[in-house]
Each structure stands twice: as structure tokens, then as C-alpha cells.
């Protein structure tokens, strides 16, 4: 019997605006990192494979490896509609 490990997602559309702002908050500590590593002159594609393991690891850690492979599935498509292109234009 297999379980089926969800990743945790708020219900109501308070708990979505603090996720909302708790993940901003987030990233703007990961940029603050991201610039002073980048000031020290570490190379950005470095950075960004540490980025991506760390990321990963602590998700596999929490939710597991099925749940996670399941996620990091979906990337590929949300690349190609543009989810990560910081500067896209939407019309």
C-alpha cells in the first residue's frame, strides 16, 4: 500500500496571503545571500546548483522522495509557461 505524502497548501485566503508573504519574505532573504555570495565573487551557476540541492534535499527530507518527484516533475511544463522568467511580459 502506498501513502500519498501532500505538500502542505493553506485553505483559507488568510492563510494563502501570510504563505504569500512569508515565502516573499523568504525570498528576499535568499536574494540578500544570493548578492553577497555574488559580491564575493562566488560564480552564480555555482550558486544556483547549491540553491537547487539545498532546496530539494530539505524538501525530500520533510515530505519525501515520492512526493517531491512528483513535484519537481511538474517543473519542466512550468518552465515553458514561463513561471521562472523573471523578466517576461504579460499581455
Do not use: C, K
Not at 33 to 47: C, P, R, S
Not at 63 to 86: F, H
Amino acid at each position: 500500500m502506498t501513502t500519498r505524502t501532500t505538500f502542505p497548501f493553506p485553505t483559507e485566503s488568510t492563510g494563502i496571503e501570510a504563505e504569500q508573504e512569508e515565502r516573499q519574505i523568504a525570498l528576499e532573504y535568499l536574494a540578500d545571500a544570493w548578492n553577497a555570495a555574488d559580491t564575493d565573487g562566488i560564480d552564480t551557476e555555482a550558486l544556483a546548483h547549491a540553491a537547487l540541492f539545498a532546496a530539494i534535499a530539505t524538501l525530500v527530507r520533510d515530505y519525501g522522495e515520492e512526493a517531491v518527484a512528483q513535484l519537481i516533475g511538474n517543473i519542466p511544463d512550468r518552465i515553458s509557461n514561463g513561471e521562472y522568467t523573471l523578466d517576461r511580459v504579460l499581455q
